[in-house]
């Protein structure tokens, strides 16, 4: 740190101006009043004071910012500021005593401020940080410590201590005092040697320099004032008194010194001192010299000082002793040097060695490498060298390309980019590769993909390090590749296209064939009649579900299925899929029996419409292969690590199984395990590859467990986000504790009936038939009664007859019927709901009955209302469609459900009618001639009409329903219609 700091920030020069202005008026006045010893001691006692204080003041500065260097810092200068204001309060005795009280003030109170210094001092400089010290280097400061004190105090004896005591045998009290002042003088010795050896290497070395100063000027002007003292020849107010005032001079100028340090670079501060190697040159010999000087003594003494010639003697004895010492100290510390030296050489030959092997091993990377490698200059973009690849690469000469722009080559079009990478290689920025085109020797450009570092020596970037990879053929690979691409992806175009139009066409007439057979199933038929429409529509049914499944696998296929992600109630979709399969298992007989495990959520988030599509897709499977019995679907869910859910279902059925040997066949598209089962069951084999791609593309997937003529049970997982739950409804109090009788033919069915009523807080009791049932009402009492319809030894009709006229009059009887299935109004029953059970339904069923607001009790039909019951609806409707049958259907199915509406053949036409009369709804075909859907649309909604559009198309392919919502329509209906999904959406508009 260099003393002289910035004169704007620091307050060091001003102090060190006023120090020399009072200096300069001390020794002023000192000149004027030589000849008045009054007046210079008066001059001494007032200035000496304050100037003591003023240094005070600085070392108190320095102790308040010394904060930032820490805690030890901020100690060690308190305990220094201490120090000077106990001098300077002995100053201040001294003059009232010598001035004021006109009293002696030798060996007073003044003694006591002024001794009370020199610890307080030694304490300070002790606490000061310094640089930290090895143990060998705290031997050296022990010993070269030891020598200089042992020297010292050879020196205070000779020439302080002895004739101090000499010249004051009678008076006790002075004696002490006069001999306390020398002792206390090597103490401060002792911690400036501390000091110096230990803060010599510092790099703040500007304060403790001038307090080192201070110390040792201090030290010397106490000698000198006593040996004055001792020879009766000192006079106060002279130039002796300078020494002091120097001392505190310098004192309080490192005080101001460390204050402004700390301001100006806080950033440095730490409680050590970091070592900077810079030492003292004299310190180092300090030890000897003063060696030398006590061995002067040691002669001198054997002729002035006869009776201390001894204790030299001795004194010098431990002098040379700790010499020697400290000589075997350096010697072990050369050897180390020598052995570090010794290491360091050896360590840089290796490192030569391997510098010159790794040479070699460039060279030979650099001839025999593929790639070609070059180097530039940052002067004048030359090349300065090439490998062997350059000639092989672009077949010129070497040789011939040295210190030629190597930018000659590149491909004019190229230019910019390959400047922009050479400029940012010599910037030292990180670069990419580039592929630049390359001037070959037969004049044709080759491209190459080019790379550079920059070209390092001593720090300095001379250059760039450049590599280049030919990559013509593979440049000639990634256009052939473009161009099958582009045939792909022109042929997967087509494919959906094709698909499209197929779609499209194959959907109209189906549209009126599902249509007209729905339709005339309506009408008053003969059983004949009835049954060859149902094989009509069941037909068309299923060659509609072929299309849907092939469509289906292209967009799989293609990549262009994209999955949902939205919150849906899980068991809703469940009973929702078992809806969907009822009908085919009331045809058959068969009981589908749902079992949701415990901890299942309520609420998850993912794809509804594939999930269903997969339990539908295994539930007909299950039915389709199963004669008798039941099939199980039950549903249960684990917790991953990355917070998802594991949804896990389960299909069970009782029908003829799969041989393990064709187990491979399964999930296959087209492929069925049988070709017998396919002559006997029918179908395509797509409903299970379906299902497999779905399965997977939700994060799970899907295996089955089959024993032959055992049946089968399928199972498959997918992964789904939580939801945040819905608020869970509490168990009604209506049904809790109530004796419920559950009737039920199939054991399980039966079994989850009575674990379902269980977990509601009711109380079950079961019966496996009729018989057994009657025995339990005529014998018990229950408030529910929950019948199957399909009971094989006593009809319902008789059990509800039976029951109501005996103890369990009161009753609620619930019947579960399978769908399709008609009640005779004489049944007397409370409730009933259609196969397959669902417990959802069944809790709210029974909760409404036990409810005490309800209605009176009601039998409810499985009738269809006759037409006169149909409600007339307001809508006013307009049917765009080109196709004549469609128009027929479309109009008789909104006449079926009550609606009466006009028809259009084109946009245009619908665009007329519009402009003729309001229309409440348009029901809207997309592909019609002159103008199609889309562009009608488009001119209803600019023109600012505000009419509801239903899109009524053929058109059923991914992506269709979000362009017709995206063109403003505001609902989406595929052909073949379905007069309850008709009837649905007109309701939403109602």
């Known amino acids: 740190m260099s003393i002289c700091l910035d004169a704007r920030r620091s307050y060091f020069r001003r102090a060190l101006l006023l120090s020399a202005i009072i200096v300069t008026m001390y020794l002023t006045l000192l000149i004027l009043v030589e000849n008045h010893p009054a007046y210079r001691i008066m001059i001494d006692d007032l200035l000496f004071p304050a100037f003591n204080g003023l240094a005070a003041i600085g070392l108190l500065y320095a102790a308040i910012r010394s904060e930032t260097y820490g805690q030890r810092a901020r100690l060690a200068w308190t305990f220094l500021f201490v120090g000077q204001l106990s001098f300077m309060l002995g100053d201040v005795t001294w003059a009232i005593l010598e001035l004021g009280l006109h009293q002696e003030p030798i060996a007073s109170v003044a003694d006591v401020f002024y001794l009370s210094y020199y610890p307080l001092f030694a304490l300070g400089i002790l606490l000061l940080p310094a640089v930290p010290l ?78 080192s100063v201070g110390i040792a000027t201090g030290i010397i002007t106490d000698a000198i004032y006593l040996l004055q003292s001792i020879q009766g020849v000192y006079e106060t107010g002279t130039f002796l008194d300078l020494g002091w005032l120097a001392s505190y001079a310098f004192a309080g100028l490192a005080g101001v010194l460390q204050a402004d340090a700390c301001n100006l670079y806080p950033e440095d501060s730490s409680d050590e001192i970091e070592y900077r190697g810079k030492h003292f040159f004299w310190l180092a010999y300090f030890p000897y010299l003063c060696s030398a000087a006590a061995y002067i003594m040691l002669i001198w003494s054997r002729y002035y000082l006869t009776d201390s010639f001894s204790a030299f003697s001795w004194g010098i004895g431990g002098i040379i002793g700790l010499v020697i010492l400290r000589q075997i100290v350096a010697l072990n510390e050369n050897v180390d040097l020598y052995n570090k030296a010794k290491a360091e050489i050896d360590e840089r030959r290796k490192a030569e060695t391997l510098l010159r092997q790794s040479e070699e091993r460039y060279r030979d990377v650099f001839e025999a490498s593929p790639d070609v490698i070059f180097t530039i200059s940052s002067n004048d973009g030359a090349i300065r060298s090439l490998n062997p690849a350059f000639e092989k690469f672009l077949g010129w000469n070497a040789e011939e390309w040295l210190n030629k722009p190597f930018m000659e080559i590149i491909h004019p079009e190229d ?148 999955l949902e992600c939205r919150p849906f109630d899980l068991k809703k979709c469940v009973e929702e899929s078992l809806d969907l399969a009822a009908a085919n298992a009331a045809e058959k007989g068969l009981e589908i029996v749902c079992i949701f495990k415990r901890n299942l959520p309520d609420m998850v988030i993912g794809d509804v419409i594939r999930l269903r599509q997969i339990l539908v897709n295994l539930l007909g499977n299950a039915l389709k292969f199963t004669e008798e019995g039941e099939v199980e679907l039950s549903i249960g869910s684990s917790a991953l690590e990355s917070g998802n859910i594991e949804l896990q279902f389960a299909i069970r059925d009782t029908g003829i199984g799969i041989s393990r040997d064709r187990m491979d066949r399964l999930f296959q598209p087209f492929s069925q395990v049988d070709s017998s089962t396919t002559r006997h069951y029918g179908g ?127 009753a609620l009887f619930v019947i579960f019927i399978p769908i399709g299935c008609g009640l005779s109004r004489e049944t007397q029953v409370d409730g009933w709901l259609t196969k397959p059970i669902k417990p959802t339904q069944l809790y709210s069923l029974l909760v409404g009955l036990l409810s005490p607001k309800r209605d009176a009790k009601s039998i409810v039909a499985c009738t ?21 049958v469609n128009q027929k259907v479309a109009l008789s199915m909104l006449k079926r459900i009550g609606y009466r509406a006009d028809v259009a053949a084109n946009g245009v036409e619908v665009l007329k009618a519009l402009e003729r009369q309001h229309y409440d709804v348009v029901l809207m075909d997309i592909q019609m001639p002159e103008m199609d859907g889309f562009e009608a649309t488009r001119r209803i909604r600019s023109s600012g009409i505000k009419t509801c559009i239903i899109a009524i198309t053929a058109h059923a392919l991914n992506g269709d329903r979000e362009a017709c919502l995206s063109m403003g329509m505001d609902g989406y209906i595929s052909k073949p219609i379905r007069m309850e999904e008709l009837q649905k959406a007109l309701e939403k508009i109602i």
């Open 134 to 211: 090895t143990r060998k280097e705290s031997i050296k400061l022990l010993l070269d410590t030891g020598i200089v004190m042992i020297s010292a105090v050879l020196f205070f004896w000779a020439f302080l201590i002895e004739p101090t005591i000499a010249a004051n045998e009678e008076y006790t009290l002075v004696l002490l005092v006069s001999l306390a002042y020398p002792v206390m003088d090597l103490i401060l010795f002792f911690a400036l040697l501390q000091l110096l050896f230990r803060t010599s290497g510092s790099a703040k070395q500007g304060p403790l320099l001038l307090l």
């Open 415 to 562: 230019l910019a980019a390959y400047l922009e990478m050479f400029h940012d290689t010599l910037r030292g920025r990180k670069t990419r590769a580039q592929e630049l085109r390359c001037l070959s020797a037969s004049g044709e450009y080759l491209t190459a993909e080019i790379i550079a570092v920059p070209l390092i020596e001593n720090g300095k970037i001379l250059g760039a390090l450049g590599f280049a990879r030919n990559i013509t053929e593979r440049k000639q690979a990634q256009s052939e590749l473009e161009r099958a691409k582009e045939v792909a992806e022109a042929s997967t175009k087509a494919k959906s296209e094709f698909l499209a139009n197929m779609s499209h066409e194959i959907r109209t007439p189906m549209n009126a064939v599902i249509g007209m057979t729905g339709l005339l199933l309506e009408a008053d038929l003969a059983e004949e009649q009835r049954d060859y429409l149902e094989t009509i529509r069941s037909s068309a049914n299923t060659l509609l579900a072929l299309i849907n499944d092939i469509l289906d696998l292209s967009k799989i296929e293609g990549s262009k299925l994209e």
């Open 684 to 810: 395509t084999g797509l409903g299970l590859a379906i299902s497999k791609r779905f399965a997977e593309m939700m994060g799970g997937r899907i295996w089955a467990e089959c024993e032959m003529g055992k049946g089968s049970t399928f199972h498959f997982t997918i992964v789904a986000q939580p939801s945040a739950p819905i608020e869970a409804i509490p168990m009604s109090p209506m049904i809790s504790g109530k004796r419920t009788l559950i009737v039920y033919k199939n054991d399980l069915a039966r079994s989850m009936l009575a674990e379902s009523v269980r977990s509601w807080g009711m109380n079950p009791a079961v019966a496996i038939s009729g018989k057994s049932a009657l025995e339990m009402l005529g014998a018990e009492t229950f408030d529910v009664v929950i019948l199957d319809a399909m009971l094989d030894d006593v009809d319902v009709l008789s059990i509800s007859k039976e029951a109501k006229r005996g103890k369990n009059s009161k």
């Open 864 to 884: 269809r209302p006759a037409n006169s019951e149909v409600d007339k609806h307001d809508l006013r409707i307009i049917v765009a469609e080109d196709n004549p």
